[in-house]
């Protein structure tokens, strides 16, 4: 939607840039990018022999409850916090700060356009009365040398074309949040959103839906034959996150053209809070979207636990899935306070080492509620790049990082 002029200049004529932003103009490594990543930046106490997630020091606390994280296709590192989006190079350096209101979720796409999670103040109705709306902020040089621009807008419910004939629902619409972005190879955009109205009857599209964009902004279907409300394995109920399969690094071959998402449900007694959606085209049905048969199947024989294994999360906030050979799926979860990990076909653990006789995958997950390098407090975002593990550990205002202990030299 074209109607971000009206607050684009109240949000950048608020915004902060730090003084040093060297980093805009050349490489966005240093020398102590190169050390942290060195096994002799790692703890030595805080390793084991058995292959496990191992972290990096050192901690990045430069921030007040972050809430979200994602590793950019400009491999910058973009942070949610109180305070709004924070731009950071891969040393942890804060470069610039860009206030946005009600900041939750950010992804970017192979543009190196930045989406933005948020709220908006809108005059509705033109009468001087503001009502506070879901919105996604579209922006463009975020880690250039310019200033940031905001060059569009989507706002709940305008930017949903299934409310074209529809009115403004009042506090109803209000309630509504975007709750989670995922970016596709051809830059489509998937939104979640959740809402208080699910009728399967109404005209227009429920509220607990994943609705898709193309990269101009127009809003081009939704993900159908999903439950709105309701526990089962193609639902789309309470959404806390969602993730698509394409990622960071640019890749000139072998880059995930994917249509598929998965997401992370709250809604009260859901036993599969982690989904697969898979999409599907039918000449008949058009469009739609399943739940991912293969993760149902479960071999005991190669591993312990599952992502299909009823009630394994008890208030998962983020997933992603590492673009790379591993294909790893990634989970955090503010209810146990733990990182999960996961393969493609829902094994928990990693593949077991190379040269072993291990033939089970090995549990890497971890967690517990503290503040010591493998505790956490209401984690809330995870992100990968690199064999890297990133978690936006909110209770502590901090973000970890983490390596498995076979990728260190």
């Known amino acids: 939607m074209k109607r971000a002029a009206a ?57 007040i409850e972050p809430i979200d994280i994602y590793v950019g296709y400009d491999e910058m590192v973009y942070v949610v916090d109180a305070e709004g989006l924070k731009v950071l190079d891969q040393a942890g350096i804060v470069h610039r700060v860009i206030p946005i209101q009600g900041a939750t979720d950010v992804v970017q796409d192979r543009r190196l356009h930045t989406y933005v999670i948020g709220r908006a103040d809108v005059d509705v109705d033109d009468d001087g009365d503001f009502e506070n709306l879901a919105a996604v902020y579209h922006l463009t040089g975020t880690s250039s040398a310019g200033t940031p ?10 930017d949903d074309d299934s409310r074209g004939i529809t009115a403004f629902r009042g506090a109803d619409d209000e309630a509504v949040e975007f709750t989670g972005l995922a970016v596709l190879a051809d830059n489509t955009l998937y939104v979640a959103r959740k809402g208080p109205r699910n009728s399967a009857s109404s ?6 839906v994943v609705l898709f964009y193309d990269p101009d902004g127009d809003n081009i279907g939704f993900a159908n034959q999903l439950s709105p409300e309701g526990s089962n394995l193609r639902s789309t109920w309470d959404m806390s996150a969602i993730a698509g399969f394409a990622g960071p690094p640019q890749a000139l071959a072998g880059f995930s053209n994917s249509r598929d998402f998965m ?31 293969n993760l149902v199947l479960q071999d005991p024989t190669r591993a312990d636990r599952f992502l299909y294994e009823p ?20 989970v955090v979860d503010a209810g146990t306070d733990s990182l999960y990990q996961f393969t493609q076909r829902g094994y928990e ?48 205002n901090r973000v970890m990082r983490y390596r498995l202990s076979t990728d260190l030299e």
């Open 7 to 63: 607050y684009t200049l109240l949000l950048l004529g608020g915004m902060a840039l730090l003084p040093s932003c060297d980093f805009l103009f050349g490489s966005r490594e240093d020398d102590v990018v190169s050390e942290i990543f060195e096994e002799g930046s790692i703890d030595p106490e805080l390793g084991n022999e058995e292959v496990g997630y191992v972290p990096i020091l050192p901690i990045w606390d430069d921030f």
């Open 149 to 158: 621009l905001i060059i569009d807008t989507l706002l709940h419910p305008f």
């Open 203 to 208: 005209i227009a599209r429920p509220d607990n």
């Open 263 to 293: 997401a992370c449900l709250l809604g009260p007694g859901a036993s599969y809070r982690v989904l697969w959606l898979n999409r599907f085209e039918d000449p008949v049905q058009g469009i739609f979207f399943q739940e991912n048969a």
């Open 311 to 330: 009630n394994r999360f008890i208030r998962p906030l983020d997933v992603c899935i590492a673009p790379d050979a591993t294909g790893y799926i990634f």
């Open 349 to 396: 653990g990693v593949n077991p080492p190379a040269n072993t006789s291990l033939t089970r995958q090995v549990i890497a997950s971890f967690g517990g509620e503290g503040s010591g390098p493998f505790q956490f407090r209401d984690p809330s975002g995870v992100a990968y790049m690199r064999n890297t593990v990133y978690v936006a550990d909110r209770g502590n």
